[in-house]
């Protein structure tokens, strides 16, 4: 069963398992786009199609809240919020590695390559990149592993897993971006934890969160 973290007339928030696609793709499981349709289908009884506007995405491996519009002027406010970056975004992340600071501030330049799927961070701006940035803080570690509190400053395609690895702290699991060893069914350990914003209709503020990551281990 979905589990819906907020809802109003506007807007709908459920919890992405980490393995689920926002939307749907072929030979995948179930999306969330489709559980959450089916949830308002069924507690409203609505006939035929139901409208949901993805107003953003996380990837496959990562976990956490996903935001969707119950209306059309819900999302284009919210696609305008978000890329004006009047939203604020905050993970969390169990890495490999002590970072080198308790808590900092990362840029980088993003360069994308498609075909492999795969951004690559640089220090320096190159050709084709876009600027990338993130704040984090550790909260704990246990052993080698290090909780963070991440918090994002734009939203560029595998920013955090890019980011971190570049700092020489892989997310756990995330093998692609240089983890020590792949977890079962292609898991990450990073999380979408909160989403605070100005609601795009009633202008009140909108605080969501989810537990995190922090009794992973």
């Not at 980490?18 to 030979?27: A, D, F, K």
């Not at 999380?191 to 202008?203: N, R, W």
Request: with cysteine; charged share 25%; net charge positive.
């Amino acid at each position: 069963m979905v589990k819906i973290l907020f809802e109003d007339n506007h807007l709908i928030a459920a919890f992405k398992q980490s393995g689920q696609t926002v939307q749907p793709e072929p030979n995948k499981p179930i999306a969330l786009e489709d559980e959450v349709k089916a949830y308002i289908k069924t507690k409203y009884n609505k006939e035929g199609a139901v409208f949901l506007g993805v107003i953003h995405r996380l990837d496959m491996p990562v976990s956490g809240l996903v935001l969707f519009a119950r209306t059309s002027k819900a999302l284009a406010r919210m696609n305008e919020k978000f890329h004006d970056r009047e939203v604020n975004k905050e993970y969390e992340a169990w890495v490999e590695n002590k970072p080198p600071m308790a808590d900092g501030m990362l840029i980088h330049y993003l360069k994308r390559d498609e075909n492999k799927n795969f951004t690559k961070a640089f220090s320096s701006e190159v050709k084709d990149s876009l600027k990338a940035q993130l704040g984090y803080k550790v909260i704990k570690n246990i052993g080698s592993k290090y909780l963070l509190r991440i918090k994002l400053y734009t939203g560029r395609k595998h920013q955090i897993r890019a980011q971190l690895s570049a700092m020489g702290c892989p997310i756990v699991g995330d093998y692609k971006y240089g983890a020590s060893a792949p977890l079962k069914n292609g898991v990450i350990l990073l999380q979408s934890c909160e989403l605070s914003f100005i609601h795009p209709v009633k202008e009140e503020p909108v605080s969501i969160q989810t537990e995190g990551l922090g009794k992973f281990f």
